[in-house]
């Protein structure tokens, strides 16, 4: 007699009868119309009205297909969540719907991992038969490698610093001081790599951010350069503006299991660092000193 086999396919591959589909609505609190007519077809409803209702069953659940709002209501929800669904079920039909007509090219480039994009208002039995219609021709999608938000901040910190420079010279309070732009990006770098290393370190509560050096430092350099403290402020808010735009262009290489918190930690990171910058800007000690006590702070960390 053959062994016994184990033939429970993996999560993916599952075959779900009937069809399972999450919708994700602002009113899914109420049966909506594609609600009832989607089970009037035959499929099974699972309605979430808001983003984080239908993230938790994504994890929980196997899905055939998705439909939602572009807006949940924020702006870009349903970007979010296609790319959970794709990251977790690739073989799964995504169908965004959109009430701005103008957008429907646009979105295509921006939201390529979707299979419909319909601009509202669409009847419910439309969506249904394109729903059926893409059911019955599956597609095979490859999943791509998910990335760290550190790694990726990493490789592309050259990027993010050309762009933190070309808006800080581009600042009326800023380029008012005239500094080369090696002097203007100062100890910036090495502020970068330390929220990496944060990143990548054990999770530290809000608030209980390690002592700086590079900040410290920074704050040092600004004071020589003339720097104020209404400066300091205006170029710490253009680096999260360049950090988070560095994460928007790389969305769909980021691990968005993590993504939420690695942005709490990156602001939290930043406005520490800007802190101790400030601090070492009103700081009049004498330079000697400062570095005497940076020097042994760091001897102690390298032991």
Not at 48 to 73: G, M, S
Not at 179 to 207: C, F, I, N, Q, Y
Request: proline share 5%; with cysteine.
């Amino acid at each position: 007699m053959a062994p016994a086999t184990n033939n429970i396919p993996p999560k993916t591959e599952q075959v779900i009868f009937p069809p399972r589909v999450l919708l994700v609505q602002v009113n899914s609190g109420v049966e909506s119309r594609l609600h009832v007519t989607l089970e009037r077809y035959g499929f099974r409803v699972v309605a979430k009205p808001t983003i984080k209702e239908a993230l938790a069953c994504l994890t929980e659940l196997n899905f055939a297909a998705l439909i939602c709002d572009l807006h949940l209501p924020a702006a870009g929800d349903g970007f979010t969540l296609l790319n959970a669904m794709r990251h977790l079920h690739p073989e799964a039909v995504s169908i965004i719907m959109s009430d701005y007509a103008p957008l429907r090219e646009s979105l295509s480039e921006l939201l390529p991992q979707a299979d419909e994009i319909l601009v509202s208002p669409v009847s419910a039995v439309e969506v249904v038969g394109l729903l059926q219609n893409r059911l019955s021709r599956p597609t095979h999608r490859i999943v791509k490698v998910r990335e760290p938000v550190a790694t990726i901040l990493e490789r592309h910190s050259p990027e993010t610093i050309r762009e933190w420079l070309m808006r800080v010279n581009q600042s009326k309070s800023l380029s008012a001081l005239k500094l080369s732009d090696a002097d203007r990006k100062g100890h910036l770098p090495a502020l970068l790599t330390e929220l990496v290393d944060r990143l990548r370190a054990a999770r530290v509560d809000e608030g209980n951010a390690k002592r700086s050096l590079a900040a410290v430092a920074h704050g040092t350099a600004r004071r020589r350069q003339g720097y104020t403290a209404a400066m300091l402020v205006e170029e710490s808010r253009i680096l999260q503006v360049c950090i988070f735009k560095t994460l928007r262009t790389n969305l769909n290489a980021v691990d968005l299991a993590l993504v939420l918190t690695d942005v709490m930690t990156i602001a939290d990171e930043v406005d520490s660092q800007l802190t101790q910058t400030m601090t070492s800007l009103s700081d009049r000690r004498t330079d000697g000193k400062r570095q005497e006590a940076m020097r042994a702070e760091a001897e102690s960390q390298a032991s």
